[in-house]
């Protein structure tokens, strides 16, 4: 079974701190994403890497960079923490670079920014 | 701009029946068309997908009608079950491009 985990399931950081959240997918999966849930919003692709370090922004990319070293590992940045960033952030990986391929996710990680 | 539109936003169905959660989505160029399904606390999950170029495609009590013209998918899940309680994501992509909808919450009442 692929198995993605994300560092945190939940987080309290502070207007102006600087944030990392990351994932690790077991699969020697090709991509990652990172995506955020919001209520009324859905999911929201903020980037994905279809190799290590590689990078392609999504739909909102803006205040958010990441950081892909290793193949199984995907990192979100938070470089300014801000209030409007508060959310449930989830990491998916799938096989290859197959917009087709199906799109594992991990639990998710709760961010409060206050 | 929503490039998925999704509804209803929530849904409440008895034990047995039939849920219906609708999409549309405008750019034609998209190529792909899943469904995922999430339980609270948990990510996201596959629950079926349908391409393009068929109208329709059944696994178990799950099936998905796509009208290509109207640019319209739909979920149908059939003798709906109380684990089936979940919100539900649609969701289209094409080449380095991915939306998903806005979620319909589903309650199945015993």
């Known amino acids: 079974d692929v198995k993605v985990t994300q560092s945190s399931r939940y987080l309290v950081k502070r207007t102006g701190e600087k944030v990392f959240l990351e994932c690790v997918q077991d699969?020697?999966?090709?991509?990652m994403f990172w995506y955020r849930q919001d209520p009324g919003l859905g999911l929201r692709l903020i980037y994905f890497s279809y190799d290590v370090k590689m990078k392609e922004k999504g739909d909102i990319p803006e205040g958010y960079s990441v950081s892909r070293e290793k193949k199984e590992r995907f990192s979100l940045i938070l470089e300014s923490a801000s209030t409007n960033q508060t959310s449930m952030y989830l990491c998916?990986?799938?096989?290859?670079?197959?917009?087709?391929?199906?799109?594992?996710f991990g639990p998710g990680t709760r961010l409060l920014v206050l | 701009q929503q490039q998925v539109k999704q509804s209803p936003q929530s849904l409440i169905v008895q034990k047995g029946g039939i849920s219906i959660i609708n999409c549309a989505y405008e750019n034609t160029a998209f190529d792909y068309f899943p469904w995922y399904q999430q339980f609270p606390g948990k990510g996201p999950a596959l629950l079926i997908a349908i391409r393009p170029d068929v109208s329709e495609k059944k696994e178990g009590r799950f099936t998905i009608s796509f009208n290509k013209s109207a640019k319209q998918f739909s979920l149908h899940i059939m003798d709906s079950q109380p684990g089936d309680s979940a919100t539900y994501f649609c969701a289209a992509s094409r080449v380095n491009q991915f939306y998903f909808g806005t979620g319909t919450s589903l309650t199945v009442i015993p």
């Open positions: 998916a990986s799938s096989r290859n670079r197959d917009h087709r391929e199906t799109q594992y």
């Open positions: 699969m020697d999966h090709e991509n």
